[in-house]
């Protein structure tokens, strides 16, 4: 505290933003301040005026930094940059914000292309958003699809060869072809500017435009063109239809408001663009801190707009914010023009914020549902399995494993790993059999437990000799239940790998698919529990994945064999070649369609070695 102490007395009286550290050195809580001098100061005062949230923080506060800044607003700009970047406990979060998507137009591209992104990067594509799922991006690019003859395809244009086919959407009119030379970039790009206005909800603007290029496509007698423009303006109005008036302003206006939990909070957000109802969003926040809805909403929308793609003119909300004037400053710099924080009183303004409340409290009591089923399913399950298998304590961690081959060849393990009733896929392992003869499930699961559990003692006593976590290596930690599929052949190959190692002492099961049994060593009748129990459905889900994840491995591996025993058999082409086609051409398929100068051209190959491609897969290529 002596070191807080002396750094409080030569704290600066202008505008910055301070970091709070905990024992370890992370960061715990971001904030900004007019004058550092008295902002930090309050913190270690008497504490009778503060939250039960900044009292937990400041008795974890065991040292803090700062950083000067020029003004308020630059401070502002600077504490949301830094609360995106180190995510600290104590502020206010968006909940798993990184995974917000947007919708990205790929203007560095010649043709640009209309995708989902995970982030928005400083780049000259153009991003809308962020959106409060995947889901709705895939269903807003979809509708784009069918309204604008945008590609779709990642092909490089500028590789295109002669003959290539277009794709289904060329077919179907749903792309115009750039592929094939069928528009230059200039019209093109018209094209990705009307679905810029489409995203931006100006739908009126762009139905004008629209009605004058068929206007203009009509008196050049070019009907068919007109009437594909009729059908778009049609369909452009379809998606105002299921749009309404809910602002006589006819402004572009943002309505806020949150519903607060104990641990999450849902805020709800429309979006009102020229008057009407274009869209709206849900977004949950990490609340478990106990903040006060100010507090929550303000955070929430400097998190928000530091990285939203379009800033609107007011931004109406339930409740009045500490920070509303810098922020209106900082919003209006961006915007390029005045933007304005409200919270209305009464009227029609009002009655939107009320709408917006309504569908968050909902939202809310959703997710709270949600959750409750979700914690059943999870460690609900996990607990009525040590209750069902009599364990000593609830199993937080637990591994799986199968084996995968067919007739013997490629055999593989997998191994899974359910943390508190969730898949831990970064702890998901995979092994190849070794020495292994024919189809033995026996010999092979007793070869991976051995393997896995050997490795995980290992790397344990290697990290405890070098004062480390033991938890740290790939396979140090142990779990609290080993999950085998399969009978008790395959349970009792597991457990005698165990003894070797002197680690049988982890509850060890397996679970048979054909009557769902669970078998224990020592216990000669199988354990059977109901179908409808969610100890049961648990070890079903973990052993499901396991199987899922042996048979994919399984697959690519045969995949693999299969590519290249298909380029083994064919004369004059030995392994250097057989690495120079597929590393040229990506597949056996494109392989198959090559030309015969195309194959030519292939490093290491020559034009006998082409025709024995050719002659392989009955092409018969000419010059």
């Not at 990184?98 to 780049?123: A, C, F, G, H, W």
């Not at 069902?388 to 494993?401: C, G, H, K, N, S």
């Not at 055999?411 to 070794?434: H, L, N, Q």
């Not at 397996?510 to 070890?539: F, G, R, T």
Request: charged share 30%; aromatic share 8%; with cysteine.
């Amino acid at each position: 505290m002596t070191n807080i102490e002396d750094k409080l007395k030569t704290l600066p009286d202008c505008p910055g933003v301070y970091l709070m550290k905990d024992e370890n050195d992370n960061i715990i809580y971001v904030g900004k301040a007019i004058s550092l001098k008295n902002r930090v100061r309050q913190y270690f005062q008497s504490s009778k005026n503060h939250t039960t949230k900044v009292r937990a923080m400041v008795a974890n506060i065991k040292d803090f930094d700062y950083i000067i800044t020029d003004s308020e607003l630059e401070a502002l700009i600077l504490e949301c940059n830094l609360i995106k970047e180190h995510r600290p406990k104590y502020n206010v979060l968006l909940k798993d914000d990184k995974q917000y998507p947007y919708i990205m137009i790929t203007m560095e591209e010649n043709y640009p292309r209309v995708v989902l992104s995970r982030e928005m990067k400083k780049d000259k594509n153009l991003y809308f958003g962020p959106y409060g799922s995947s889901k709705i991006v895939r269903d807003t690019i979809e509708v784009i699809k069918r309204l604008f003859p945008v590609r779709t395809c990642k092909k490089n244009l500028n590789s295109i060869k002669k003959g290539d086919r277009p794709c289904l959407y060329y077919y179907i009119n749903q792309c115009q072809g750039p592929c094939q030379g069928n528009i230059d970039k200039e019209e093109y790009r018209k094209v990705i500017k009307d679905v810029c206005r489409f995203l931006d909800g100006k739908y009126e603007d762009l139905i004008k435009d629209l009605r004058q290029q068929m206007e203009a496509a009509a008196h050049e007698l070019n009907f068919e063109k007109a009437a594909g423009l009729r059908d778009k303006i049609q369909s452009v109005e379809k998606v105002m239809e299921k749009q309404k008036i809910v602002s006589i302003d006819m402004l572009d206006q943002d309505v806020i408001a949150i519903a607060l939990g104990e641990q999450e909070s849902v805020v709800q957000m429309f979006f009102i663009r020229s008057g009407k109802l274009t869209g709206s969003e849900q977004f949950i926040l990490d609340t478990e801190n106990e903040s006060e809805v100010k507090e929550i909403i303000g955070s929430f929308v400097k998190q928000f707009y530091l990285t939203s793609t379009f800033i609107p003119k007011e931004i109406l909300l339930q409740e009045e914010i500490d920070e509303a004037l810098i922020i209106e400053r900082w919003l209006t710099s961006k915007r390029g023009n005045r933007v304005y924080i409200k919270i209305p009183k009464r009227g029609n303004k009002k009655e939107l914020v009320d709408m917006a409340l309504r569908n968050a409290i909902e939202a809310l009591d959703n997710l709270k549902q949600k959750m409750e089923a979700e914690q059943a399913r999870t460690i609900g399950a996990s607990e009525e399995l040590a209750r069902v298998l009599d364990l000593p304590y609830v199993p937080t961690r637990i591994e799986a494993f199968d084996i995968s081959n067919i007739q013997g060849t490629n055999s593989v393990a997998s191994m899974v790993v359910f943390e508190k009733g969730k898949p831990s896929k970064k702890d998901y392992r995979r092994f190849r059999i070794k020495g292994v003869e024919g189809p033995d499930d026996y010999a092979s699961m007793a070869q991976v437990i051995e393997r896995r559990f050997k490795r995980g003692l290992e790397e344990k006593k290697a990290l405890e000799s070098q004062n480390k976590d033991s938890d740290l290596g790939k396979f140090s930690r142990l779990p609290d239940l080993i999950l085998i599929d399969g009978g008790k052949g395959q349970l009792k190959a597991a457990i005698t790998s165990l003894k070797k190692l002197g680690i049988d002492y982890i509850p060890t099961i397996s679970l048979a698919e054909k009557n769902e049994e669970i078998y224990m060593e020592n216990q000669s009748k199988p354990i059977v529990i109901p179908k409808n129990s969610l100890a049961l459905q648990l070890l079903q889900r973990i052993r499901d994945e396991a199987h899922r994840f042996a048979i994919t491995y399984h697959r690519s591996l045969r995949g693999k064999d299969n590519i290249r025993s298909i380029l083994e058999d064919i004369p004059n082409i030995g392994p250097s070649r057989r690495r120079a086609l597929l590393k040229h051409f990506g597949s056996i398929e494109a392989i198959r369609r090559a030309s015969l100068d195309e194959l030519s051209q292939v490093e290491g190959m020559n034009r006998n070695a082409a025709l024995s491609v050719i002659e392989y897969f009955g092409m018969g290529g000419s010059d």
